[in-house]
């Protein structure tokens, strides 16, 4: 996508209202403009976040995760053309030790 953007993750219910919010986390980089102002290259960016117990049990019992994206147009020196092919690919990976029935 031509813009920077803010990512923010929230743990949500069923209904969409929000149990517990993991960010902003930072804000993932825009792709590389070519002369002609269109996207020539992807970029990939990394935004780490670490969950409290309370938010891990959330999830257990049923929370969905909602990821909100704010684009940055701040930093555009001319305008910038929006294609339909422009996209932006995420992926949510999780790497963790949970104890499930740990006590019994």
């Known amino acids: 996508f031509p813009f920077s953007a803010a990512i923010g993750i929230d743990i949500v219910d069923v209904n969409g209202q929000v149990l517990s919010m993991l960010g902003p986390l930072g804000t993932v980089a825009s792709a590389t403009l070519g002369a002609d102002g269109l996207v020539n290259a992807p970029v990939s960016s990394r935004l780490d976040v670490e969950l409290s117990q309370e ?33 932006m690919g995420l992926q949510v990976t999780m790497d963790a030790n949970y104890v499930v029935n740990g006590d019994q």
Not at 61 to 83: C, E, K, M, P, S
């Open 55 to 87: 938010q891990v049990d959330q999830l257990y019992i049923g929370g969905n995760i909602r990821i909100t994206a704010t684009f940055n147009t701040a930093d555009q020196v001319q305008h910038v053309q929006i294609l339909d092919s422009y996209s």
